[in-house]
Structure formats: C-alpha cells, structure tokens
C-alpha cells in the first residue's frame, strides 16, 4: 500500500473574500482558470489544480491537500489519522477525508 500526492490543492475562502482571491490568482499570479464551477474556480497549478472554494459558512482560510493510496482505508491507519467524514460529502469517490497532526484536511482516495 503506497500513498503519493494526489492532482487537486483546495483553498477553502470565506464568502467575503473570495471574489478578490479569485482574482489574486488569476489576475496578479496570472494562473490560467482551467475550470469553473458555481462556488470553486480551479486555476492549473503545475501537474495539480489549485481549487479556491468559496464556503459560506467560513471565518478563515483552510488550505486542502489530497492524497492516493490504492487503499484509502489502509492509508488511514497507515497515517493513524481521524476519519472526517462529516467535512463533505463525496459523491462518486472511493476515499475518506481526515486530516494531519495540524488540522490541515486531507482526502486519501483512489486515484
């Protein structure tokens, strides 16, 4: 059981913020948007895509890693990690959210 980086960097932003970091990265880093959705923008950000997710329900600023293993439940005992499931939901995903010693999130899934 192998776990690596995964393609997807989130940064969770409060609702109040997120229109001006979502020009920050366009505008000033000049990013590329590679796709958008009704509360994300993903810029291509190397091999990876950094998501900025607008949350309404947020006070500050969380950054997001994600994680492959071909077994998401063995990395999770592997990392001796909480499982977060109560973080969102993951439709059509064959993974689990917990997070590091930190707090940071992380989403360990198959690839």
């Keep these: 059981m192998e776990i690596s980086p995964g393609k997807n960097i989130a940064i969770k932003v409060p609702l109040h ?4 970091t979502v020009a920050f990265y366009r505008d000033k880093v000049g990013l590329t948007v590679a796709k958008t959705l009704t509360n994300s923008v993903g810029f291509t950000f190397g091999s990876m895509t950094l998501w900025i997710d607008r949350v309404e329900r947020q006070s500050q600023v969380d950054v997001w890693l994600e994680l492959f293993s071909d077994d998401p439940d063995q990395a999770l005992k592997k990392l001796d990690s909480p499982r977060r499931d109560e973080l969102e939901p993951l439709d059509d995903v064959n993974g689990l959210w917990t997070s ?9 899934r198959n690839e």
């Design 100 to 108: 590091d010693p930190a707090g940071v999130v992380l989403l360990v």
């Design 17 to 20: 913020k997120w229109e001006e």
